[in-house]
């Protein structure tokens, strides 16, 4: 490495930085997660445009790894920082940063963010390649498509060189944009809503309904750990278990079969809307998807969603089944998604859910069935845990 040299990781924060009002705020959020994630084994240095971390003890792969798993970050760099911005000694820095890279063809990107420096952008873009045409052999310009782009950026306070990126998870930092509570099932679905939703700023607390003896501890468990999952991106999650066994036997032995699920859905709504509501939750978030089934049309969405004045918001409302599975498989949440146990919602199945429910019918079946006194044991009867991605591995007991 050349005398002034300095290997650093930067940070892009994308649309982060466009954010006016709210920007220091994020970015402060920002720094405070990757101190955390990092274990605060770095000196971290940022301004509106880059963060900059310089490792204490760690490996720069495995910093470059926790970065990965931070929203908030659009693009991960490794770079070389001089101090020195005199052309020269850039030329000599790029030139030793150079001869230990194989590749034939290349192009010189210049940013230049101090609008004072003396040499202009397109003389700076030239001056370079000619400089790197001269040094090293058996190699040209190919601007179209280039083995190796050779990144220089002129800051006011320093010279960064750099060659390819890594792409971030993106997003805004968690809890950015205040809190929601997820309806995470244990399905396919729901953790990836959630992930969808975190990507957004929105730190998670859950609700998952059980229905005892019908649902049973591994159900449970399964659920605890798409939560520790979705806790590892940094944010622990509240985790509130509503015993559901009251109302669903009631619904099931008192409300018409085709309404059932419309019914018991009406109710869980009711209930996360109560949780929601008294843990400063802004919006719900679930895993429904346009038409997936009869629960999911838009006249059930609209039936089901009368009950609750709070946002529902649904990441994946227009995504394919077949795209929510690779997300999925992506967030490495579809090998314990698919482990078979019963939900609540599968065992009471009637044979033809309604379709097009209606409002009216909905309202003269539950004028059947005391749910507003159920609904308040279950709440009051609520066991509430706090997953960490810390927390024991739940997947041994499954
Ligand atoms: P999958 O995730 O495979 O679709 P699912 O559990 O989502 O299964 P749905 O009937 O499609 O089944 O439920 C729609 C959404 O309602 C879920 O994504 C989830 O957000 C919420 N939900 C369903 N059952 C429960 C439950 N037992 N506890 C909490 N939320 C639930
Ligand atoms: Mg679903």
């Known amino acids: 490495m050349g005398d002034f040299m300095q290997k650093l990781i930067f940070l892009k924060y994308g649309e982060l930085s466009t954010k006016k009002d709210n920007r220091s705020f994020f970015i402060k959020t920002l720094n405070d997660d990757i101190k955390k994630v990092l274990e605060n084994d770095v000196e971290i240095n940022y301004d509106y445009g880059r963060m900059f971390i310089?490792?204490?003890?760690?490996?720069?792969?495995?910093?470059?790894?926790?970065?990965?798993?931070?929203?908030?970050?659009?693009?991960?760099?490794?770079?070389?920082?001089?101090?020195?911005?005199?052309?020269?000694?850039?030329?000599?820095n790029i030139i030793e940063l150079l001869k230990n890279k194989t590749f034939s063809t290349f192009k010189?990107?210049?940013?230049?963010?101090?609008?004072?420096?003396?040499?202009?952008?397109?003389?700076?873009r030239k001056d370079l390649g000619a400089h790197i045409l001269k040094n090293i052999s058996n190699i040209?310009?190919?601007?179209?498509?280039?083995?190796?782009?050779?990144?220089?950026?002129?800051?006011?306070?320093?010279?960064?060189?750099?060659?390819?990126?890594?792409?971030?998870?993106?997003?805004?930092?968690?809890?950015?944009?205040?809190?929601?509570?997820?309806?995470?099932?244990?399905?396919?679905?729901s953790p990836v809503a959630g992930y969808l939703a975190m990507k957004r700023g929105i730190k998670l607390e859950a609700i998952y309904f059980e229905s005892p003896p019908h649902t049973s501890e591994?159900?449970?468990?399964?659920?605890?750990?798409?939560?520790?999952?979705?806790?590892s991106y940094n944010s622990d999650i509240k985790l509130h278990i509503i015993n559901f066994t009251e109302i669903q036997e009631n619904i099931y032995k008192n409300i018409p079969n085709d309404y059932l699920i419309t019914i018991m859905r009406r109710m869980m709504y009711r209930i996360s809307a109560i949780i929601a509501s008294r843990n400063n939750c802004k919006i719900?978030?679930?895993?429904?998807?346009?038409?997936?089934?009869?629960?999911?049309?838009?006249?059930?969405?609209?039936?089901?969603?009368?009950?609750?004045?709070?946002?529902?918001?649904?990441?994946?409302?227009?995504?394919?089944?077949?795209?929510?599975?690779?997300?999925?498989?992506?967030?490495?949440?579809?090998?314990?998604?698919?482990?078979p146990y019963e939900d609540c919602c599968t065992i009471f199945v009637p044979k033809h859910p309604v379709i097009n429910p209606e409002k009216s019918k909905c309202e003269e079946y539950e004028s059947l069935i005391p749910y507003e006194d159920m609904i308040y044991r279950a709440i009051k009867n609520k066991n509430t845990i706090k997953i960490t991605s810390k927390e024991t591995n739940y997947s041994d007991l499954l």
């Open 284 to 339: 719900i978030v679930n895993g429904e998807s346009i038409g997936q089934v009869a629960s999911q049309t838009l006249t059930s969405m609209n039936a089901i969603n009368s009950v609750v004045n709070i946002p529902v918001i649904r990441p994946l409302a227009c995504f394919d089944k077949l795209e929510i599975i690779s997300l999925s498989k992506d967030i490495n949440a579809y090998e314990t998604s698919i482990l």
């Open 54 to 92: 310089v490792p204490k003890n760690q490996d720069f792969d495995s910093i470059i790894n926790k970065l990965k798993t931070i929203f908030g970050i659009h693009e991960i760099v490794l770079a070389y920082k001089l101090d020195n911005k005199d052309l020269n000694i850039i030329k000599q």
């Open 108 to 124: 010189v990107e210049v940013k230049r963010s101090d609008k004072d420096y003396p040499i202009d952008g397109m003389q700076l």
């Open 140 to 189: 040209k310009v190919d601007v179209n498509n280039p083995e190796l782009v050779v990144n220089i950026e002129i800051r006011k306070k320093e010279v960064l060189l750099f060659f390819d990126s890594i792409k971030g998870l993106g997003g805004y930092p968690v809890g950015t944009l205040g809190k929601g509570l997820l309806m995470l099932s244990g399905g396919i679905d």
């Open 218 to 231: 591994a159900a449970l468990n399964k659920v605890k750990s798409l939560a520790k999952l979705l806790a």
